[in-house]
C-alpha cells in the first residue's frame, strides 16, 4: 500500500532553516510528481509547490519564492523541504502529497519559537 | 490563484441523518479534458486529510457509497446520506486543476 513516511518534529529559532523528509513506499516514486502542503494552527491548508518525477522541475507557490526548496533523490525514494528564513508565522505541520494529492503523509510539526 | 470558499462554516447533525456541504470556486474547474477537478477530504483532529471524492463525483477506494459529490464547474456539494459517529471532523474542499492548488477554508462536522 501506498505510504508516505514524514520525518519528525522540528523546532527552530525565528532566522533559521528547516529541512523535512518524506519516504515513498508502496508504489513507483519515480513516476510521480510530489507536492508539500502546510496547514498553520487551527487554519486551512496552504499549497507550497510541487516537483516533476524527474526532479529537475520545481513550481512554488508565489508566497514562498526565493524561501523553499523542493528535492527528491530517486535512489532512496524521498522528498525534500527546506524552508529559510522561518518565523513564528511558519509555524505550522508540513505535508508530503502524492501527484493528484490522493495520499498524503503523516505530517511534521514544524514550531519556530525564540 | 483559484479562491475555493465553503459554507457554512459548521453544521451539526443528528446520528442517521444526512449532512451536505457546499463548496464555489472562483473560477471553472472543468478541464479541456472534461473532467471536473474538484476534491473533498475529511481530516480528524490530529490526522492527515484522507481525500473522499476526486474529480467531482469519484469516491476514492474504502470509501462508503454514503458519501457522494456533485456540482457544476462552479458549485459543488459532497452529501453524506446518513452521518456515523466517525464522520465527525473538517470537510475539505480542494481543486486540482491547475497549479497553484487551492483549498476552502473547511466545514467542520458535529454530531447534535
Known amino acids: 500500500q501506498v505510504q508516505l513516511a514524514q520525518s519528525g518534529t522540528e523546532v527552530k529559532k525565528p532566522g533559521a532553516s528547516v529541512k523535512i523528509s518524506c519516504q515513498a513506499s508502496?508504489?513507483?516514486?519515480?513516476?510521480?510528481?510530489m507536492h508539500w502542503v502546510r496547514q498553520a494552527p487551527g487554519q486551512g491548508f496552504e499549497w507550497m509547490g510541487v516537483?516533476?518525477?524527474?526532479?529537475?522541475?520545481?513550481t512554488y507557490a508565489q508566497k514562498f519564492q526565493g524561501r523553499v526548496t523542493i528535492t527528491r533523490d530517486t535512489s532512496t525514494r524521498t522528498l525534500y523541504v527546506e524552508l529559510s528564513s522561518l518565523t513564528s508565522e511558519d509555524t505550522a505541520m508540513y505535508y508530503c502529497?502524492?501527484?493528484?494529492?490522493?495520499?498524503w503523509g503523516q505530517g511534521t510539526l514544524v514550531t519556530v519559537s525564540s | 490563484d483559484i479562491v475555493m470558499t465553503q459554507s457554512p462554516l459548521s453544521v451539526s447533525v443528528t446520528l442517521g441523518q444526512p449532512a451536505s456541504f457546499s463548496c464555489r470556486s472562483s473560477?471553472?474547474?472543468?478541464?479541456?479534458?472534461?473532467?471536473?477537478?474538484l476534491n473533498w477530504f475529511h481530516q480528524r483532529p490530529g490526522q492527515s486529510p484522507r481525500r473522499l471524492i476526486y474529480?467531482?463525483?469519484n469516491r476514492d477506494s474504502g470509501v462508503p457509497d454514503r458519501f457522494s459529490g456533485s456540482g457544476s464547474g462552479t458549485d459543488f456539494t459532497l452529501k453524506i446520506s446518513g452521518v456515523e459517529a466517525n464522520d465527525v471532523g473538517v470537510y475539505y474542499c480542494?481543486?486540482?486543476?491547475?497549479?497553484?492548488?487551492?483549498f476552502g477554508q473547511g466545514t467542520k462536522l458535529e454530531i447534535k
Open positions: 474529480k467531482l463525483s
Open positions: 502529497a502524492r501527484d493528484n494529492i490522493d495520499y
Open positions: 473560477q471553472s474547474l472543468v478541464s479541456s479534458d472534461g473532467n471536473t477537478y
Open positions: 480542494a481543486q486540482d486543476k491547475g497549479w497553484p492548488y487551492t
Open positions: 508502496g508504489y513507483t516514486f519515480s513516476n510521480y510528481y
Open positions: 516537483i516533476n518525477p524527474g526532479g529537475y522541475s520545481t
